[in-house]
């Protein structure tokens, strides 16, 4: 796996996985993108400084359960530009997903197979799919769903016309007061207008 701009250094661990970290060229290697592939599987970015691994705020690590060639470098490409400033490697994908990852989510899949984006909370898993779709939303026109599990198993289901609008109903943090301890709730066609949300 190649970037532009960057240079590269490949290491194994104990357990048999394998890393990469990937530097600036005219920065050096104190910091650093960590791609890293367990033997499970999963695939950990992470950034790197002086040889440790930060992960202190939103956006300073991802995961994926899954790997493919072309997740592994849309992943690497927002985490780059994120961390590093390597606008030049932005793409179709990347503002997108850098709006997810700066906001703490990772990479998942349903039991159907379908992509999504996730994060654990304290009382809730919160996860994000493009709507009618398993791949993972591409572009802000994208259809979105988001679902909001608590602790006694019920969901919030909250369909959005955009991912603006999903990225909008998340930081409004307006899916907890709609969530429903007791019983599910289903929500359609939520959309952002103007800094308003409406339904």
Known sequence: MKLDGFETKKAYLKDGSQYTDFYLKEEGPKKSIRLMRKKSGDIIIEVVINGTAQNLTPGDRLTSPVWSEELELRMLKAMAVHNMGAVWLEDGFTELDIEM???????????????????????????????????????????????????????????????????????????????QPYHNVEIGNFFLRDGITTH
């Open 101 to 179: 990852i700066k906001r703490g989510f990772d990479i998942g899949t349903t039991p159907a197979g379908e992509m999504l984006w996730y994060k654990r909370e304290i009382a809730a898993m919160v996860v994000v799919l493009r709507d009618k779709s398993k791949l993972l939303p591409g572009a802000f026109t994208d259809p979105g769903k988001l679902v909001v599990i608590g602790p006694t198993k019920k969901e919030l289901v909250a369909k959005t016309e955009d991912f603006r609008s999903l990225i909008g109903l998340i930081d409004s943090n307006a899916h907890y007061d709609l969530f």
